[in-house]
């Protein structure tokens, strides 16, 4: 399956992702970051319940975001196309994060960062990587090498 497949997702910017300006509103970029990251998760071949707890449902291993920014380059308003560009990477046996591009129109408009760590359910302390997680980032850095 090409990497492409799950690490370049398509988005329409809409009314209610605007604020009173008419310009995509600053907290919708890391709404969008994860939304991105769960559809790549996804077509992958990764289902939600693999990764996120349904309630009342208690997962081994929570993967937490520890960290995130954002930077903006261009204003988005209503109507954009965006492309999302994802680049995960493993950092440490527990913990990766993913860089995200979104372009618009030929140009870089933002760029986001998340941050997660591996946290055994039970009692919070820092643990391996799921297997299925382990697999989605060794297939794209093998996909960016190649």
Excluded: K, N
């Amino acid at each position: 399956m090409p990497s492409s497949h799950w690490l370049q997702i398509e988005r329409t910017v809409r009314f209610g992702d605007t604020d009173a300006a008419g310009v995509m509103h600053f907290h919708q970029l890391l709404r969008w970051c994860h939304e991105a990251y769960e559809e790549s998760l996804e077509r992958y071949g990764i289902s939600a319940e693999e990764i996120f707890p349904r309630p009342g449902q208690l997962l081994a291993v929570a993967l937490p975001i520890v960290h995130c920014s954002a930077d903006y380059r261009r204003p988005l308003v209503c109507g954009d196309q965006v492309g999302v560009r994802l680049q995960p990477e493993r950092l440490d046996p527990g913990c990766f994060e993913v860089r995200y591009t979104f372009r618009s129109d030929g140009h870089d408009v933002a760029m986001g960062l998340t941050r997660h760590v591996a946290i055994t359910a039970a009692d919070r302390r820092r643990c391996p990587l799921p297997l299925a997680i382990q697999r989605w980032l060794e297939a794209t850095s093998l996909s960016a090498a190649g």
